[in-house]
């Protein structure tokens, strides 16, 4: 059976709001959901308003840091607050519920000065390097304002689904793990790994239901099947091959629910 089509990145908001909703400012692993919430909304976002942006499509994704400079590179900064534009395409006034008078924002408040350091602080946790500080409610505040972009929107839902499973919270501390680990590979290793990657003797052969995939932290078709692909949207468990990440069978379910839900949303929106 072919994949049912996704939009390379189509689960940014996923990932944004999922780890959003899992942080806590205090407990073991918040850095790395703070990290794994940034990058991802940020991706999005860069993606939805960059023209020709490297987060459009397949290769090596770029860091939180690096996004965050891009966006100011586009929109500019002041006062270490980028305004990114929410577009044309976002939804006046959804559902009605705000009223006649209702004007929706046209515009993403990007607080990049606590935003860049808020990832110093994440990182000097995460490495146990460089100054020691803690992630604050200003950090997380500034984190929650980039769901005000159409291409987010996504925390209201991640909250009403935390009752579906630990392994998304699980599969965001994974996802932050292998960024760290991607940044230890020099480029040519990437390349090599990247060449070499249908070769592995855990990959699938032509006749195998599931293809290797897209990886949602280096961004190549690179993470090797080890589970089975259930509703057909060409999303599995996996391993991979470049950067490590593992997608548990928890993670795969949820994430083929997130496939599943927008899938229906499109076809009752259209
Ligand atoms: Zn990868």
């Given at each position: 059976m072919a994949a049912i089509d996704l939009p390379f990145g189509w689960d940014r908001p996923y990932r944004y709001g999922q780890a959003f909703a899992a942080l806590s400012l205090g407990e073991p692993g918040t850095e790395e959901l703070f990290n794994t919430a940034l990058t991802h909304g940020l991706l999005a976002i860069a993606a939805a308003t960059i023209?020709?942006?490297?987060?459009?499509?397949?290769g090596r994704q770029p860091s939180a840091s690096v996004l965050l400079r891009d966006l100011v590179g586009a929109f500019g900064e002041a006062d270490g607050v980028c305004l990114v534009p929410n577009g044309?395409?976002?939804?006046?006034?959804?559902?009605?519920?705000?009223?006649?008078d209702y004007k929706p924002p046209v515009e993403t408040v990007v607080r990049t000065g606590l935003l860049a350091e808020a990832l110093k602080v994440a990182d000097a946790a995460r490495h146990g390097s460089g100054p020691k500080g803690e992630l604050t409610e200003q950090h997380v505040a500034a984190l929650e304002d980039?769901?005000?972009h159409p291409a987010l929107r996504s925390i209201g839902d991640a909250r009403r689904d935390?009752?579906?499973?630990d392994g998304t919270a699980a599969d965001s501390q994974e996802l932050g793990r292998a960024a760290d680990y991607l940044e230890f590979l020099p480029e040519d290793e990437i390349e090599r790994r990247v060449e070499q990657a249908p070769s592995s003797p855990a990959a699938p052969d032509y006749f195998d239901a599931a293809a290797i995939q897209a990886c949602?932290?280096?961004?190549?078709?690179?993470?090797?099947?080890?589970?089975?692909?259930e509703m057909g949207y060409g999303i599995t468990a996996g391993t991979c091959f470049v950067c490590s990440y593992t997608r548990s069978e928890d993670a795969a379910h949820d994430l083929q629910s997130s496939a599943e839900f927008r899938r229906l949303w499109e076809r009752d929106h259209d």
């Open positions: 023209d020709g942006h490297p987060a459009r499509v397949p044309a395409a976002d939804v006046p006034n959804p559902f009605g519920v705000f009223g006649d980039l769901d005000a935390r009752d579906w499973s949602p932290v280096c961004g190549y078709e690179t993470l090797i099947p080890t589970g089975g692909d």
